[in-house]
């Protein structure tokens, strides 16, 4: 890439090579931060709601008791704020990641822009997406997490549905760690009766003592928390660790019901971040007694199949690794995936179990996803088919920089995220024949992948509002935001 930055094909096809190398170690992955859930639209949804609007605060740091709540009066309607972050995921090869990381950064800075625009434009409705149709009696429930992609989403469809919700947060959260518990407040102001509480999970006492403040008490709990990196240390910390404290601080309370988000990877786990969520699980059955649980353990999520749409819709072809047509998944939306989780609390059959989960549709492999997209853009297919072999290559390289430099051990834990989602469907395993299977992974949902990839197409902030934030290459190599 010259001084002068390539034209725009070639930076789009630069774009859409890192994107395809990258993506699919998003998987699983992909997180995002607030911003990712903000700009959608609860529009095609049966019920509507319009409780009074309550916003609260907690001043407090994570040892203290002392609650101050703020009732809002503003209308019901999103409000988008910041979107930030680079658009694609995790790195897979160091070849390309210097190229790359230009046109990253320069996808950052429309990024911002078109986040600026989203945050003007997008103001929705607060209507629940319900799919099921479930719903029971008004629940308090806390949201772990719920400053997330997935989080935020689950925030929403439950004050949607008339629950009241606590979101718990750190003192600076999302992409970056830029928004302050204020901000966060902010971005469910008029969302419903919507709580946001400053405590520390990684101190049970810091979560217990906020539990036990709550009158009327909280009787169900949604966990999101994951590692925002995916780095071996940090997975452990959070999607361990912390969502143990969780556990814990719920059962001690006596909370009714658990719903946990894991993942359908941990099903062949190599990863750290599996491993950590394996142990969080066992936990929670074993707490079973005690407290009810639901294991959801979602396929993949569409911000981590979007990372060519801009790319290919700018001219660049479609990169998939091998032939494009071995590996598969069911993606399902935030919003669907929320709509499942809240109804956990209501659906008997959702209780006590482990519910692998994908959105609507069949499953599609690389090369279909290429396909859906230049129908979509009105182009002939045309596809760069990266070896597989590149995995060795590049792993080779980061295990030798991590083994020279302890501090970087993380980028050999990326290598290996980027080898596992090219290589593992996001499909349920058949224990009979060791095979990913289609047939045994359960749908729900009301948008597939081709709806979303009509919508992004046509409305751009919604494809902003589904940035990789903090899992994307440039936030892990020190390079984004
Ligand atoms: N991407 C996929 O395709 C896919 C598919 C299936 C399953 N999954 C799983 O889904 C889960 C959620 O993904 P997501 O995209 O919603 O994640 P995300 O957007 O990255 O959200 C992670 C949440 O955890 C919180 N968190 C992280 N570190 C924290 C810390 N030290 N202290 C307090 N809170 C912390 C974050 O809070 P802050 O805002 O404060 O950082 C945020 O609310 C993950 O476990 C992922 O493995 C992903």
């Excluded at 034209?7 to 789009?12: K, V």
């Excluded at 009301?446 to 494809?463: C, H, I, Q, W």
């Amino acid at each position: 890439m010259g001084a002068s930055g390539p034209s725009p094909r070639g930076s789009a096809a630069r774009a859409s090579l890192l994107g395809a190398a990258l993506a699919a170690p998003s998987l699983l992955l992909g997180r995002s931060s607030g911003s990712a859930s903000e700009a959608f639209s609860l529009a095609a949804s049966p019920a509507t709601h319009s409780a009074p609007a309550v916003v609260a605060s907690s001043a407090r740091p994570s040892t203290g008791s002392r609650f101050s709540l703020q009732r809002s009066t503003a209308p019901l309607a999103v409000q988008a704020p910041a979107s930030e972050g680079l658009l694609f995921g995790s790195g897979c090869a160091l070849g390309l990641a210097a190229v790359a990381l230009r046109a990253a950064r320069r996808a950052t800075r429309s990024g911002r822009r078109h986040g600026r625009a989203a945050r003007a434009a997008v103001s929705a409705p607060l209507v629940a997406n319900n799919v099921a149709g479930l719903d029971g009696p008004k629940m308090r429930v806390v949201v772990f997490g719920g400053t997330g992609y997935i989080g935020r989403a689950a925030v929403l469809e439950l004050a949607a549905r008339g629950h009241s919700v606590i979101v718990c947060t750190r003192s600076q959260s999302g992409m970056g760690s830029k928004q302050s518990v204020g901000d966060v407040e902010a971005s469910f102001e008029g969302m419903g009766d919507v709580t946001v509480v400053n405590a520390d999970v990684s101190e049970e006492a810091s979560i217990a003592s906020f539990l036990r403040s709550m009158d009327p008490p909280v009787q169900g709990a949604v966990c999101c928390l994951a590692s925002r990196s995916g780095g071996r240390e940090d997975s452990f910390k959070i999607d361990h660790a912390a969502t143990v404290n969780c556990m814990k601080a719920c059962r001690d309370s006596g909370l009714q019901h658990f719903v946990l988000l894991s993942a359908v990877c941990v099903q062949r786990p190599i990863l750290a971040f599996q491993e950590a969520k394996l142990l969080a699980e066992a936990f929670l059955r074993e707490e079973s007694e005690k407290m009810a649980f639901s294991i959801v353990q979602p396929t993949a999520y569409f911000k981590s199949l979007l990372g060519q749409v801009k790319g290919v819709a700018g001219g660049a072809p479609f990169v998939m690794f091998g032939d494009g047509t071995e590996v598969r998944c069911k993606p399902i939306s935030e919003q669907d995936l929320a709509s499942f989780m809240a109804d956990c609390f209501w659906d008997p059959s959702k209780r006590n179990v482990t519910l692998p989960i994908g959105g609507p549709g069949r499953a599609l492999s690389f090369k279909e996803q290429g396909e859906l997209l230049f129908s979509l853009v009105g182009r002939e297919p045309n596809y760069i088919c990266v070896p597989y072999s590149v995995f060795d290559f590049v792993q080779g390289i980061l295990d030798f920089i991590a083994g020279l430099f302890p501090s970087q051990s993380d980028l050999a834990e990326y290598g290996r995220i980027g080898r596992y989602y090219a290589e593992q469907s996001m499909l349920v395993l058949d224990p009979k024949t060791g095979k990913y299977s289609e047939e045994l992974t359960p749908s729900y949902g009301r948008t597939d992948l081709r709806a979303f990839m009509t919508e992004v197409l046509e409305d751009s902030s919604k494809l902003d509002a589904q940035k990789l934030g903090d899992q994307g290459l440039g936030a892990r190599v020190g390079m984004g935001d």
